[in-house]
């Protein structure tokens, strides 16, 4: 089941698109202090050759993410560097696995991928993001850095288990 309810990445999603640069400044600086490892991420694509303005996109999503997260109400734990690691390659041997069956089978898998994902909800409006960005730009090999951050972003977000003891009523 969905810890970050529609209201909440709703919410979200309004609070994050309504601010200014000095109110993401605080969130990225709120976002640094709670969840380094999450914002170093993103910050470390520019390493990989990642523009500025795509970057941008990425801690755009992050912050959508992260803003979603507080507003479950739930104490979300350190989402560690090895949680990244971890779920990073979870992901890719997903999409390898895709990459090697026929297209209805790709969809079948693609499909139960979705249904078992534990926030469709984050998913889905990442994804969703992510192909109007890729409407929007001329393709780059760097776009794939971007789009497997912010689907990491995602999954640490997903599978990162919470205490049952330690959830808000």
Known sequence: MSR?????LTDAI???RAMGMEQKEALANE???TQPNLFGSALALQRMGVSLAKIEVVLDLL?????SMKQSGLPWPLITEADLDKQMG????TVRFGEDLKPVQRQRAMMQYL???PEKLLLAHVTDELNKWLTTV???TTDNYVMLAAMNFVNCIAFTPISKL???T
């Open 4 to 8: 970050i309810s529609l209201a909440a």
């Open 14 to 16: 309004k609070t994050v």
């Open 31 to 33: 976002l640094f202090l």
């Open 63 to 67: 912050f959508v993410c992260f803003q």
């Open 90 to 93: 979870r992901y890719v041997a």
């Open 115 to 117: 249904e078992a994902h």
């Open 138 to 140: 001329a393709p780059e």
């Open 166 to 168: 330690a959830k808000r």
